[in-house]
């Protein structure tokens, strides 16, 4: 059974750092596009970065490029999200998800189950 489960969201305060990391299994995920996205209440689930490993793409929402930075670790079975600089408006839960198609939420066929991040002013 395919499984993403997150780790590493909790409180900080604003210009901390966070990493995220999102463990698979279940299954071989080599050459999947792998995502972070994030959801604040009332609002729908938004891409933050996306990867996959077997051609190096990386994808990053402008509102965190030079902050965060997407990697994985195929031998592993893991992607993480380092997360720096962090700023108030990044407050929200996590979601990892993996998609064969591409990284966009359409495409994303498993989820984790979320992990809180809150950043305090």
């Known amino acids: 059974q395919e499984q993403l489960v997150e780790s590493g969201g909790g409180l900080v305060q604003a210009g901390d750092s966070l990493r995220l990391s999102c463990s698979l299994s279940?299954?071989?995920?080599?050459?999947?596009?792998m995502a972070w996205y994030r959801q604040t209440p009332g609002k729908t689930r938004a891409l933050v970065a996306g990867t996959r490993a077997t051609d190096g793409r990386i994808y990053y929402a402008d509102s965190v490029k030079g902050r965060f930075t997407i990697s994985t670790d195929v031998s592993e079975n893991i992607f993480y999200l380092q997360m720096n600089n962090l700023k108030p408006e990044d407050t929200a839960k996590y979601y990892c998800?993996?998609?064969?198609?591409?990284?966009?939420?359409?495409?994303?066929?498993?989820w984790g189950q979320g992990t809180q991040v809150t950043v305090s002013s």
């Open positions: 279940g299954r071989d995920f080599s050459g999947w596009h």
């Open positions: 998800g993996v998609g064969w198609r591409s990284w966009y939420k359409s495409n994303i066929e498993y």
